[in-house]
């Protein structure tokens, strides 16, 4: 934590005004943006403190939605996602709107419903430069594209591999219906192979594999 200046204090808590929501160190919260019609900016609370008039400031490490980096959103990136940056600002407390959850990519995908508050994050940014840390990612698909939990994938019972219905050439409707699914390139080799005398089992539900997070609904 930084040295509190001459004349400022350091302070534990905040309360956001009109509300009994309290925001500590390391919660993320919601900013109002200096236009109101945008979303609102997302940050995480590095420090509070409070000068000799009471005035609350909070040091604020920003959140940056794809669209707002060098590279733009692209395909792969989900709704609630965000990138941590390296870019920090103070600003008053007074901005604050809310609080949210910034959740780790692989605890958002096992939420149960997804919520307005509820962000992720798995990558860090560097604004200056636009990169990004971890630079590669596991890949999906035919497309080799790194999973976008918004999209809905099927999974070849063979190789383990995932698949979006589109790459496919079939219907997200099509694809649930589906009792199994194997992808070209393993039902290729199995037809090279000769017949086993053991039937492959399937899942407990007799359906095909599917995984999907972020299509859960948004709780209102």
């Known amino acids: ?11 534990e808590s905040y309360t956001i005004r009109g509300t009994n929501k309290v925001v500590r160190v390391g919660d993320s919260v919601l900013m109002r943006s200096a236009e109101n019609e945008k979303n609102p900016y997302v940050a995480r609370v590095e420090s509070i403190e409070a000068d000799v008039k009471g005035n ?3 040091r604020a490490r920003w959140y940056y939605r794809p ?3 060098i590279g733009g959103r692209r395909q792969f990136h989900g709704i609630k996602e ?6 920090y600002d103070v600003q008053s407390a007074h901005t604050i709107e809310d609080k949210c959850i910034v959740h780790t990519f692989k605890n958002y995908t096992k939420l149960d419903g997804v919520g307005p508050e509820d962000y992720f994050c798995r ?3 560097k604004a200056a430069t636009g990169g990004f840390t971890p ?3 596991a890949v ?12 809905l994938m099927v999974q070849c019972e063979a190789c383990k591999d995932w698949y979006h219905p589109a790459c496919l050439n079939m219907t997200v409707e099509q694809t649930k219906q ?9 039902s290729s080799l199995d037809r090279k192979r000769p017949p086993s005398r053991t039937s492959a089992s399937g899942l407990p539900n007799g359906k095909v594999n599917l995984k999907q997070a972020e299509h859960k609904r948004q709780k209102k």
């Open 135 to 137: 630079d590669r990612v």
């Open 123 to 125: 990558f860090e940014y």
């Open 82 to 87: 965000l990138f941590l940056s390296d870019h």
């Open 1 to 11: 934590m930084a040295k509190t200046r001459p004349g400022k204090r350091d302070l």
């Open 67 to 69: 669209e707002e980096s």
């Open 56 to 58: 609350v400031k909070v």
């Open 178 to 186: 589906l009792d199994s699914f194997t992808c070209d390139e393993c």
């Open 140 to 151: 999906y698909c035919k497309c080799e594209m790194p999973y976008n939990p918004d999209d």
